[in-house]
Every structure is written in structure tokens, then in C-alpha cells.
């Protein structure tokens, strides 16, 4: 035993010397070529670097997201490497709800997150919590769907046009649901629909939605928040996953919320969408990304560098090529976690409404093009218009504080010192940025054919039959 130890140890021993012998002949080398190395390793890292590079104030940031698939931009900036392109460092974390979100960001729990676009505005215009907070970029288009059960489906369906294949005419407006909400109410049944959020885009939708076809989707008032007063319908807050459970419990009849809980429904075979936020109103905005006003400023150039993180991503996600991967990524349980089938039924394309009803629908999300990820003003009046006409604004404002309110929670500027980094460093083209002076063109794309122009926001709440009317005086 002694012996074997004793040659152990003696291998052990010559093996530490030759290993010395190579590692004092290695360092002679790197001695005598560092010089050259280390300079020519400095150099390539310089070139490396644009001249845009940032100096980022905050490089390790926690964004939050509720499951949805408009939140991709997020996912793909972090899982494409575009945030620590930037020299970011990012956590991305689901959250429960809406509220949840609002309030974490507001407490600098959250350094920023994916939003619902009424969440900021209302926060701005004091509905509910009120805070000072900022979007520098918008999400997506579109990307919302209204189901119904299939009971109610089954009842609307006489009264929806068809066509030469047999197949529902879309888009599907309200009026084929209005008898079926007049024989609950005769039946001493009140008809229950959910949304995601009191200022949700889908709140708003579902309104519009209803209300195009005359059916009364109820007021607020400063002392009733519910939303319910003189309401045909009750909406009530429901958050997006659990929608189908709530749809199959029987508690509401349908409801308005992103996918994909549109598409989940029918897979499960519990409801049918009957339109989508797309033919409600054509290329409407949808999500935002936002952050506190106080980050922005005591982290501006992080802030433009989160930017252009997400303008790449969204730009990545609207290459068709682009798709199938984005589907991938978002199965994946620590974003969507939705099965890859479910997800690509609109992200890829398409969108189904009554089972095996498949309908090509290429821009029902659309996260880059038409401009889709600049903060226009016009899309945040939008919001504004929504609040006051049904009554969460309690008061008529004059013409000027719709603009006045819009500019100090949308930030073009940040956007645009993003992207034009982004062209210095050859990420995006010049004609990418649009010329503009944050407002769209006047615009008839909606269900009903009205008309909206940004610049005349009180002529715009006054031209609907139902909702708040205002002095235009003022």
C-alpha cells in the first residue's frame, strides 16, 4: 500500500512539474505576442461599437406582461438578444392582472411593462389610480376578438347574413345579437359579457361594438364605476386567461379580450368569435409599452435604448418568415404558455371563427408595419374620446385638453430618437420613420362607418346616439 502510494505520488509530482514547464512557456508567448494581441482585440471591440452606442444609466431592468400574444415584442427583444444588443439586461415577468401591472409600475417594482394603452391615458386623466406615466412605443395592431358562447352563437346565427357557401358575411355586427339580449331581458335574465379592464381597448370595443347596432352598453358615473348605469348589457372585468373557464362556467356569455383566448375557445369547443377588433375598427392600436415619467427622466438614454430593443423585435415579428418561430417562442410557459396550435391559429395568418370556419386575416396582428409601434397622439385621443363618452371623464373638457393631456403621457420623441439609431446603425430604413405631426389622417374605418378626427375630438364624442354629448363651446 505504501509503495503504491509512493508511486501515485511521484506520478503526481512529475506531472505538476511538466504542467509548470508548459504554463511558464505559454505565458512567455502570450508575453511576447500580448502586446499585439491585446491591441488588436481593443480595436476589433471598437469597431464593434457604433458611434449610437448609449450610456445606459440602468442596465438590469424587470419588465412585466400579462399572457397574451400581443406582449411578443417583449419575448423577442429578449429571447433575439436586441436587449443586450443594447447593453440591457432584462428580466421579463408574467403578472396576474391589469391592476397589478398598473400598480407595480407605478411603485417601481416594475421598471416598465406591456399595458393596456387606456391604463397610462386614464392614469394621466384621472380615472382610478392616477400617476405620471409614459409611452414611448406601441405594441401592435389589432389582435382583439369579441366570442360569444355557443348558446348565444346558436341564437345569433338566423340573424347574421350569409354567403354563397353558407358561411357567415363578416363583419358580424351587433344587430344579429340584439333580439337574443331582448328575449333574456324578457326572461328577467341579464345579459353578461366580460372585458379585461375598465380602460381597456377591449372595454372600448365592445362598447363601440354594441352601441353601432343601438344596444345601451351602460354609463359611468363619478360615484358608479361599474359602467352599468341604464346598461342592456353588463360588463363586468374578467382578466384574459381566465375568460374561456369563465365563458364555460356559465358566469358571462361572452365576452371581448385578446388572443389567445379567442382561439382557445374554440378549440375547446365552448364559444365562437364573431368578429374581431380588426373590423371594429381597421389597424387599431392595441397595447403599449410603458414606464414612469420619473424613469424616463432619470434614465432617458436607458429608456430610448429599451426603444429600440423593442422596434427591432417588432420589426422581426412582421417578417412572415419570422412567424413560426414567434409561436415557439411564446408557447414556451414563462411567456403565453399556450399550445403551439392555439397561438399560430392568428398569429400565422389566419383566424377561426365557428370550428373548422378558417378565414385568411394577414394583419390581424400586426406589430410593425403601417407605423404600428409610433405613439401617434391620435391614438391616445382615441382613448380620451372613449373615457368621456361614457362617462369615466365626468366632465366635458374643452378641445384643447385632449391634446394638452395626450402630450405628456405619449412620447414621440423618444420613439424617434430610437429609431433614428436604428438607421445610423442600419437596423431599419430611413422611410421607417414617418413624417408626421403625431396625427393620423381623419379615418372612417370602423364598424359604423363614423368618422374620426383626432383634431375635433368633441365633434367625434357628440356624433354617437348613445354616450355623454358636449358643449363644443367650451
Not at 387606456?118 to 412605443?137: M, N, S
Amino acid at each position: 500500500m505504501f509503495a503504491l502510494t509512493m508511486q501515485l505520488l511521484k506520478r503526481y509530482t512529475m506531472k505538476s512539474i511538466v504542467t509548470k514547464i508548459l504554463s511558464l512557456f505559454l505565458l512567455f508567448i502570450v508575453a511576447a505576442c500580448g502586446g499585439k494581441a491585446e491591441k488588436k482585440t481593443k480595436e476589433t471591440a471598437q469597431a464593434n461599437i457604433p458611434d449610437s452606442s448609449l450610456e445606459i444609466e440602468k442596465p438590469q431592468l424587470t419588465f412585466g406582461f400579462i399572457k397574451l400574444t400581443d406582449m411578443a415584442p417583449l419575448a423577442i427583444a429578449k429571447e433575439k438578444g436586441f436587449f443586450e444588443d443594447e447593453g440591457l439586461f432584462v428580466s421579463v415577468e408574467a403578472q396576474s392582472n391589469w391592476k397589478n401591472v398598473l400598480d407595480r409600475v407605478i411603485d417601481g417594482q416594475l421598471d416598465g411593462s406591456h399595458m393596456l394603452a387606456g391604463q397610462p391615458i386614464a392614469a394621466g386623466a384621472g380615472f382610478g389610480r392616477q400617476a405620471e406615466l409614459v409611452t414611448p412605443f406601441s405594441m401592435d395592431l389589432n389582435g382583439n376578438g369579441i366570442t360569444v358562447s355557443n348558446d348565444v352563437w346558436s341564437k345569433m346565427k338566423p340573424n347574421v347574413p350569409k354567403g354563397a357557401d353558407g358561411k357567415p358575411i363578416h363583419p358580424i355586427k351587433a344587430d344579429a345579437l340584439k333580439p337574443v339580449i331582448s328575449a333574456y331581458k324578457n326572461s328577467g335574465k341579464p345579459f353578461k359579457m366580460g372585458m379585461v379592464f375598465p380602460v381597456s381597448t377591449h372595454n372600448y370595443e365592445i362598447r363601440y361594438w354594441l352601441a353601432a347596432a343601438g344596444i345601451h352598453p351602460g354609463m359611468y358615473t363619478a360615484d358608479n364605476v361599474q359602467g352599468q348605469i341604464d346598461a342592456e348589457v353588463l360588463l363586468s372585468v374578467t382578466p384574459p386567461p381566465q375568460m374561456p373557464a369563465t365563458l364555460e362556467a356559465g358566469t358571462i356569455y361572452g365576452y371581448c379580450v385578446g388572443e389567445p383566448w379567442n382561439q382557445q375557445a374554440v378549440f375547446k369547443g365552448i364559444g365562437v368569435p364573431v368578429t374581431t377588433n380588426y373590423d371594429i375598427w381597421k389597424n387599431n392600436p392595441e397595447k403599449v409599452f410603458v414606464m414612469t415619467k420619473k424613469f424616463i427622466e432619470e434614465n432617458p438614454n436607458t429608456a430610448i435604448a429599451v426603444t429600440k430593443a423593442l422596434i427591432r423585435a417588432g420589426k422581426w415579428l412582421d417578417e412572415p418568415n419570422n412567424r413560426a418561430e414567434a409561436v415557439k417562442i411564446l408557447s414556451m410557459p414563462q411567456y403565453v404558455g399556450a399550445d403551439e396550435v392555439v397561438l399560430a391559429n392568428s398569429m400565422t395568418g389566419t383566424f377561426e371563427f365557428e370550428k373548422g370556419d378558417k378565414r385568411s386575416m394577414p394583419d390581424f396582428n400586426v406589430f410593425y408595419k403601417y407605423n404600428a409601434t409610433y405613439p401617434f397622439y391620435s391614438d391616445g385621443i382615441w382613448f380620451l374620446t372613449q373615457m368621456r363618452r361614457w362617462g369615466q371623464i365626468p366632465e366635458a373638457k374643452p378641445a384643447a385638453w385632449y391634446e394638452e393631456t395626450i402630450k405628456d403621457i405619449y412620447r414621440p420623441d423618444i420613439w424617434k430618437k430610437a429609431a433614428e439609431l436604428l438607421v445610423a446603425e442600419g437596423h431599419i430604413p430611413a422611410t421607417d420613420i414617418p413624417v408626421t405631426d403625431g396625427y393620423k389622417p381623419a379615418t372612417s374605418d370602423f364598424i359604423d362607418g363614423n368618422t374620426y378626427d383626432a383634431k375635433d375630438p368633441i365633434g367625434y364624442i357628440n356624433s354617437f346616439e348613445i354616450g355623454n354629448k358636449d358643449n363644443s363651446s367650451l
